[in-house]
């Protein structure tokens, strides 16, 4: 069994701050680990992807997460918010190796402060 | 490249008729995945398709869930005799077939919002 546990499901933070959203994981398996962006009436666009490769990973739009498997996180950081980085962000795991559907966290509504 | 699309975009039932949800996967994708959003919740995986086959169904609701991914065609969820807590957002994902280096990372839809009044 897996599970995903967001903390925080509201996260404020000032245009031009560090981006901090929390993941911590479970899994019985090594997993594959992924971040979500979901904006209002959208779908989700995947952000970045952890597959046993690089611990630190890079993504779109400037974001990039590490995967510490000691303390079982994979936490996503931005170094400077932008307005329009205002979304809803969800955490999902997957068995690695497999083409399972994915175990999403319940999401982090990031807001932007001007 | 056109994207997973999904129709229709917006479905309002009454209690008790059935709803279609159709999804047509990314070109060259054989994988297919539901899953279901509800109010405040994350996203719950429901179900995992392959051409004709069903891999996965352990989200599935036991009674009047159903879903299939034909040969040819879009994959179908279908919901029979809805009720109001089937109100939700319902969003389609597709990968592409396995081989070497594949890490079956899944492309959402845009969803079908159902409302069942």
């Known amino acids: 069994a897996q599970s995903v546990t967001q903390l925080g499901s509201h996260v404020s933070v000032s245009e031009g701050a560090l981006v901090l959203l929390r993941c911590n994981y479970s899994s019985s398996v090594p997993p594959y680990l992924f971040w979500y962006v979901q904006y209002p009436n959208q779908g989700l666009q995947l952000l970045l992807k952890?597959?046993?490769?690089?611990?630190l990973v890079k993504g779109i739009n400037g974001f990039e997460a590490e995967f510490k498997k000691s303390e079982t996180s994979f936490h996503l950081t931005k170094p400077s918010a932008h307005m329009s980085d205002a979304a809803e962000y969800f955490c999902a795991v997957q068995s690695g190796g497999g083409a399972d559907g994915l175990t999403f966290g319940k999401g982090t509504h990031l807001i932007i402060q001007p | 490249n056109a994207g997973v699309m999904q129709n229709p975009r917006h479905l309002v039932r009454r209690r008790g008729q059935e709803a279609r949800l159709r999804c047509s996967p990314m070109k060259g994708h054989s994988h297919v995945y539901w899953y279901r959003q509800l109010p405040e919740e994350g996203l719950k995986f429901m179900v995992y398709?392959?051409?004709?086959?069903?891999?996965?169904e352990s989200g599935m609701p036991k009674e009047r869930f159903s879903a299939e991914f034909p040969k040819e065609g879009p994959s179908i969820l279908r919901i029979q005799q809805v009720v109001r807590g089937d109100s939700a957002a319902y969003f389609c994902?597709?990968?592409?077939?396995?081989?070497?280096?594949?890490?079956?990372?899944?492309?959402f839809g845009p969803g079908t919002r159902l409302t069942v009044t």
């Open positions: 398709l392959q051409k004709e086959n069903i891999i996965d």
């Open positions: 952890y597959t046993s490769a690089a611990t």
């Open positions: 994902a597709s990968s592409p077939p396995g081989g070497v280096a594949t890490t079956y990372e899944q492309y």
